[in-house]
């Protein structure tokens, strides 16, 4: 398997991860299940902490060649976005009842992040063209970013150039 190989098939794979995460949680809103609401939040800030930071420390800086600056900052922006509603998500999950509308704000905070999730992962077809040397890079920070197991707000909250 080639190094892009490796990396499409990790990029789709985490992706379908969190889209599957998100859409459990639109459910669970829905359902106002307040306890599934927390299990599955505190799974998708796990998910994504290591995933946006290896996108944020290898993989955007070296898209900029290929899309500009404009687009590459609205993938950080989409970013800031994801975190701002996780954060709110985990204040709806922590009451010990959801209210309807609680349901509704937490259905459409979860919304918001799913259109990033599946344009982001048409990013891999850019990715195959960069050179094996960067694409190894990408994967080493991967690895390095899962092995440091922060989670997004964590990482936001630290590591993170960006604050919000």
């Not at 204040?91 to 209210?99: M, N, R």
């Not at 344009?119 to 970013?145: F, H, K, N, Q, W």
Request: with cysteine; net charge negative.
């Amino acid at each position: 398997m080639t190094l892009v190989q490796e990396f499409t098939d990790i990029f789709r794979t985490e992706h379908r991860a969190v889209r599957d995460l998100l859409l459990d949680l639109v459910e669970g809103f829905r359902a106002r299940d307040a306890e599934r609401v927390r299990g599955l939040i505190t799974a998708i800030d796990s998910a994504m902490g290591p995933h946006f930071r290896y996108e944020e420390e290898a993989m955007y800086p070296r898209l900029v060649a290929i899309f500009g600056e404009a687009y590459v900052d609205k993938l950080l922006a989409d970013h800031d976005g994801a975190v701002l509603n996780v954060r709110e998500i985990y204040e709806l999950a922590g009451k010990e009842a959801l209210t309807e509308a609680d349901a509704e704000r937490g259905v459409e905070l979860t919304r918001q992040i799913l259109p990033h999730v599946s344009d982001c992962d048409g990013l891999s077809i850019m990715v195959e063209t960069l050179p094996d040397e960067t694409v190894d890079t990408i994967l080493s920070t991967r690895r390095s970013a899962r092995g440091a197991g922060l989670s997004l707000l964590d990482w936001a909250a630290t590591d993170r150039e960006r604050r919000v």
